[in-house]
């Protein structure tokens, strides 16, 4: 089955970096795009970007454009988030979830990993 | 940017239908996507492209999507049911290419 283990996550002063890693399973990574979505304490869910299968095309929430970068790793099954120039209202809990083919929706979540700046 | 709005609430008694609406501009045009989220997990796809289940979800979960706003359905309520409901939807229009509604808390009595 679909099993994606986020990892990465932490505490960083505002200004600071860190980059978030999904790791992949049970399903052909290369085929799907994939996201990341994150959810602060106590309040809904925000998209914040999105790859597609190959790397090919990357999109961005205003809120995030250029500070954060996605990417990924067909070889080793592996999605990445580069986050740069942290603020406050970045802290929540980072979701990895991957694309329901066709759908424009989310069909798999990994656990999450927290972020607190 | 499109918004989605949902009731921060609803209560419902064992055995009987929950509602949940999400309200939006023309959703009827949309494909809706509905989550279900239980403290400290990840959120659960139940209902995508307005009323298509994915496998293992129960036929108790139903979606409809007409005009501006589109509903979840919960039939015979179980106490596992009680979760937080999220809509969400596809726009180019706005700064999130994927939206989602602000969620409610469904209660079970």
């Known amino acids: 089955q679909v099993q994606l283990v986020e990892s990465g996550g932490g505490v960083v002063h505002p200004g600071g970096s860190l980059r978030l890693s999904c790791a992949a399973s049970g399903f052909t990574f290369s085929s799907y795009g994939m996201h990341w979505v994150r959810q602060a304490p106590g309040k809904g869910l925000e998209w914040v970007t999105f790859i597609r299968y190959d790397g090919g095309n990357k999109y961005y929430a205003d809120s995030v454009k250029g500070r954060f970068f996605i990417s990924r790793d067909n070889s080793k099954n592996t999605l990445h988030l580069q986050m740069n120039s942290l603020r406050p209202e970045d802290t929540a809990l980072y979701f990895c979830?991957?694309?329901?083919?066709?759908?424009?929706?989310?069909?798999?979540w990994g656990q999450g990993t927290p972020v607190t700046v | 940017s499109y918004v989605l709005t949902q009731p921060p609430s609803v209560s419902v008694a064992p055995g009987q239908t929950a509602r949940v609406t999400c309200g939006g501009d023309n959703i009827g045009s949309k494909s809706v996507h509905w989550y279900q989220q239980k403290p400290g997990q990840a959120p659960v796809l139940v209902v995508f492209?307005?009323?298509d289940r994915p496998s293992g979800i129960p036929e108790r979960f139903s979606g409809s999507n007409s005009g501006n706003t589109a509903t979840l359905t919960i039939s015979r309520v179980e106490a596992g049911d009680e979760a937080d409901y999220y809509c969400?939807?596809?726009?180019?229009?706005?700064?999130?290419?994927?939206?989602f509604g602000s969620g409610t808390k469904v209660t079970v009595l």
């Open positions: 969400q939807v596809w726009d180019t229009s706005g700064d999130h290419l994927y939206v």
């Open positions: 979830a991957k694309e329901m083919m066709n759908y424009l929706t989310f069909d798999s």
């Open positions: 492209d307005d009323d």
